[in-house]
C-alpha cells in the first residue's frame, strides 16, 4: 500500500463539469480490458468462498476447511494486485444498487459485492477478514498477501460510506492492521465525501463505463487521510424515536471532565455515540434534512440528481417556515441562542472556551470537508488576511479542526448553498462541547453525514452533545 498523501493531496479537485466528466468516463472506461480488470481485482476462488461461509456462518473458523481445498493450479496462484471488496447500499439516492450489484459482480465476482440489506460492514470485518487473518496466521501466504492488499469500494452515499469506514475503524482498536484503504462509487443524494476525494458528486448517466473506470481508479489511486470525529450525545433517560444507524446506544456517558456542568443533572441518563466524517449540525437545516429524508424514502424516484435534490430540498424549506418566520428572542422560536451553549478547544489549547452563539442563527455546522449540502463550500476560500485576523488556519480534512459555522434564516441559507457569500464564520476548534435545553421546544433536529433525526428536548434538564477527533485517521482512495 502507497504511503498517505499530505493535506494537500487530500483537497483534490472534484469540480469538473458534468460533460466533460460524461466523456471522461465513457473514453477511460472503454479503454479498460474487462478480462485485465477482472484479474487485477479477483481473489483466488478458495478465499472468496472462505470469506463467504465464514460470513454466513458468523464464524471466522467456518471458511478455514478451504484451505486444503484448492485444488490443482489454483494452490500456486498469487493473490491479485488489489484484492477488492464492493459493499452497495441498495436504499441510497435514486435507488440503482441493485442494477450496479449485478454489473460489479460481473465485473469482478459474486462473493466479493455485499449487498448492505444482506452483509453489514462488521460482518465482513468480524467474520470475513478474520478468516483471512486466520489463514495467514496458518502459513498461508496467499490469504496473508491478500489481506495485506485489500481494497474496498463504497457504492452509497455518505452515510454509507462513513458506516463503512467506522467499521474498519474496528481494526485499529483491534490491533488488526493495515485497515484497508476506502474509493466510493457515488450512489447518494449528496455525495460530498465522494467529491472531496475525486470520486465525483453523482453516477455518471453512462455508468457502465464509469463503474470500470471506478474501479481502475480504486487500484491506482492514491491513499489519503482523512480525520474521524467521535460524537457522545447525553441526554435524561428517555430515547431517541428512530435514530440512524450511525448512532448507537452506549453505557459508557463520561463527558469531559475539563468543563463542569452548570446546573442540576438528571438521575439518570441515556447515551447515544456515534462517528462522522463530513459533519454534525443542528436546527434548521436538520429539520429540513429530516423532512426530506422521509420524503426520500417514500418517493425515492424524486431523488435522482444533485439538481433534483437542491430543488425540492429548497422547495421543503419553505413549508417548514425558515424564510418567513423571524428569528426573535422568543423561546418558541427558531434561534439557537435560545437554547444552545457552545464551548470549544482550539488548536494547541487544552482549556475550553465558551463562543456566543450569534443571535440570528438556526442552524449550527460544524464541518469537516470542504463540501456540503451537494457540493458546496459553505466555509468559504478564505484569504490569508482575514484568516489572520480571525485566528483561523486554513482547512484541511485532516487538520485535526473542525469548523464552525451557523446558518441564519433560508434566504441566507439558500446564498450559501449557490456560493454567493460565506456562512457565518464562528470557530474553530479541536473539541466541542454543546449543551442544549429546551424550554418551549418539546424537539430539536440534527444530522451528521446525512443521517437526520429528531432529538427530544427537556426543560428542566440538558441534552450535551461532545464532539472529539479519534486519534486515528481513516484511509480514502484518492478518484483523481
Not at 235 to 249: F, H, I, N, Q, T
Not at 426 to 449: C, L, S
Request: net charge negative.
Amino acid at each position: 500500500m502507497g504511503s498517505p498523501s499530505t493535506g494537500e493531496t487530500t483537497r483534490i479537485a472534484a469540480r469538473a463539469s458534468m460533460i466533460d466528466s460524461l466523456k471522461g468516463c465513457a473514453l477511460l472506461g472503454s479503454q479498460i480490458d474487462k478480462a485485465e480488470l477482472r484479474r487485477r481485482l479477483l481473489m483466488p476462488q478458495y478465499l472468496r468462498l472462505a470469506v463467504r461461509d465464514s460470513i454466513r456462518s458468523k464464524d471466522p473458523t467456518a471458511g478455514m476447511t478451504w484451505m486444503h481445498d484448492r485444488g490443482g493450479d489454483e494452490e500456486n496462484l498469487e493473490p491479485p494486485e488489489a484484492p477488492m471488496i464492493v459493499f452497495i447500499n441498495p436504499r441510497s439516492g435514486g435507488r440503482h444498487g441493485p442494477v450496479l450489484k449485478e454489473r460489479l459482480q460481473q465485473l469482478i465476482a459474486e462473493e466479493q459485492v455485499f449487498d448492505l440489506a444482506d452483509v453489514k460492514p462488521f460482518e465482513f470485518v468480524q467474520y470475513g477478514l478474520k478468516c483471512l487473518e486466520m489463514l495467514a496466521d496458518l502459513g498461508d501466504s496467499c490469504a496473508k498477501e491478500t489481506r495485506e492488499k485489500m481494497r474496498v469500494m463504497v457504492a452509497g452515499g455518505d452515510g454509507t460510506v462513513g458506516w463503512v469506514l467506522g467499521s474498519l475503524g474496528e481494526l485499529k482498536k483491534q490491533g488488526r492492521e493495515p485497515f484497508p484503504p476506502v474509493g466510493i462509487i457515488p450512489l447518494g443524494t449528496g455525495n460530498d465525501l465522494s467529491r472531496s476525494f475525486g470520486w465525483g458528486g453523482s453516477l455518471p448517466f453512462a455508468w457502465k463505463s464509469a463503474v470500470k473506470r471506478s474501479l481502475h481508479k480504486a487500484i491506482t489511486g492514491p491513499i489519503c487521510r482523512l480525520d474521524s470525529w467521535h460524537i457522545l450525545l447525553s441526554m435524561p433517560v428517555g430515547e431517541v424515536a428512530d435514530p440512524p444507524y450511525s448512532l448507537k446506544l452506549t453505557e459508557e456517558c463520561a463527558l469531559d471532565e475539563g468543563l463542569e456542568v452548570e446546573g442540576e443533572l438528571p438521575d439518570k441518563v441515556t447515551c447515544y455515540e456515534g462517528v462522522f466524517y463530513n459533519y454534525f449540525s443542528i436546527g434548521m437545516d436538520a429539520q429540513v434534512a429530516y423532512g426530506f429524508h422521509h420524503l426520500r424514502n417514500e418517493k425515492p424516484y424524486l431523488a435522482q440528481g444533485p439538481i433534483t435534490n437542491k430543488l425540492i430540498y429548497s422547495g421543503y424549506s419553505c413549508t417548514q417556515g425558515w424564510f418567513f418566520t423571524p428569528c426573535a428572542s422568543s423561546p418558541s422560536l427558531r434561534g439557537l441562542r435560545n437554547i444552545l451553549r457552545i464551548h470549544v478547544k482550539k488548536v494547541n489549547c487544552s482549556e475550553w472556551e465558551e463562543i456566543p452563539v450569534p443571535s440570528s442563527v438556526r442552524a449550527i455546522v460544524t464541518l469537516n470537508l470542504h463540501n456540503y449540502g451537494s457540493g458546496t463550500n459553505p466555509w468559504g476560500n478564505l484569504k490569508p488576511e482575514y484568516l489572520e485576523k480571525r485566528g483561523f488556519v486554513e482547512a484541511h480534512p485532516d487538520d485535526g479542526l473542525l469548523e464552525i459555522f451557523g446558518l441564519k434564516q433560508g434566504w441566507h441559507a439558500s446564498f450559501v448553498m449557490v456560493e454567493l457569500i460565506s456562512a457565518k464564520h464562528i470557530a474553530q476548534a479541536a473539541a466541542i462541547r454543546m449543551e442544549f435545553r429546551g424550554g418551549e421546544w418539546k424537539d430539536g433536529y440534527m444530522q451528521m453525514d446525512g443521517e437526520p433525526w429528531k432529538q427530544p428536548m427537556s426543560k428542566d434538564y440538558s441534552t450535551f452533545v461532545e464532539i472529539k477527533r479519534i486519534p486515528f485517521q481513516s484511509l480514502v482512495i484518492g478518484g483523481e
